[in-house]
């Protein structure tokens, strides 16, 4: 099993930058691709990033490219989402998210889920 808390979120204004990590428990971490969701109030949950297990492929969702990096170390048993040019419509609670699958955009394909982080960019 594996736990993730995330940190890193708060508030920020429109264009700046936000650094999010999520750690997770357990000795088996590379074993994990992983992800980042987002969640804004009233909509559904989003895909935002993905990462391979060794960290060599990489996803990003249309609304973040040229703005967000993911990226992990497996030595550390961190993941890390690096967001620029923030957006208002950016704001949302922000899911570090662990599979037993290859990279992936899908929600369902995760099976570990952290607590959520809230994202706010004010105009």
């Known amino acids: 099993q594996v736990q993730l808390v995330e940190s890193g979120g708060g508030l920020v204004q429109a264009g700046g930058s936000l650094r999010l990590s999520c750690t997770a428990s357990g000795r088996t971490f590379s074993s994990y691709s992983m992800g980042w969701f987002r969640q804004a109030p009233g909509k559904e949950r989003e895909f935002v990033a993905s990462i391979s297990q060794s960290g060599g492929i990489r996803q990003l969702a249309d609304s973040v490219k040229g703005r967000a990096t993911i990226s992990r170390d497996n030595a550390k048993n961190t993941v890390t989402l690096q967001m620029n040019s923030m957006k208002p419509e950016d704001t949302a609670v922000y899911y570090c998210?662990?599979?037993?699958?290859?990279?992936?955009?899908?929600?369902?394909?995760?099976?570990?889920w952290g607590q959520g982080t809230q994202v706010t960019v004010s105009s």
């Open positions: 998210a662990a599979a037993i699958a290859i990279i992936t955009t899908r929600g369902d394909a995760y099976t570990y």
